[in-house]
Nanobody, 127 residues
């Protein structure tokens, strides 16, 4: 049974930083696609950052344009934990943030939000 458990959300002033964590309990895949999404009420869930993992040290990362240069997605394989470091936060970053994981290659996930495993979400509020 796979369980993704997020933590690290909260409230911060614009320009501040937050670090989100996603502990992957029971997830044994060494390769696949990991991602952070966010959603605000009334809008579709959108991809924030994606990490393509093959179990090697280096992973390929992708970011939506609005967070590029401010957010960093990373993975600690030993701890089975996915991170999202968010710097220079803006009010428009306010949303519920979700982590997601899928053993398939990222390009096979269609639609792009059809990940198999999801966390429960953690709220980020920027004022």
């Amino acid at each position: 049974h796979v369980q993704l458990v997020e933590s690290g959300g909260g409230s911060v002033q614009a320009g501040g930083s937050l670090s989100l964590s996603c502990a992957a309990r029971g997830y044994t895949q060494r390769s696949g696609c990991l991602a952070w999404f966010r959603q605000v009420p009334g809008k579709e869930r959108e991809t924030v950052a994606t990490l393509v993992t093959s179990g090697a040290v280096d992973s390929t990362t992708y970011y939506r344009r609005s967070v590029q240069g401010r957010f960093t997605i990373s993975l600690d394989n030993a701890k089975k934990t996915l991170y999202l470091q968010m710097n220079s936060l803006k009010p428009e970053d306010t949303a519920m943030y979700y982590c997601a994981a899928d053993p398939r290659p990222c390009h096979e996930i269609d639609p792009t939000n059809a990940y198999i495993h999801w966390g429960q979400g953690t709220q980020v509020t920027v004022s």
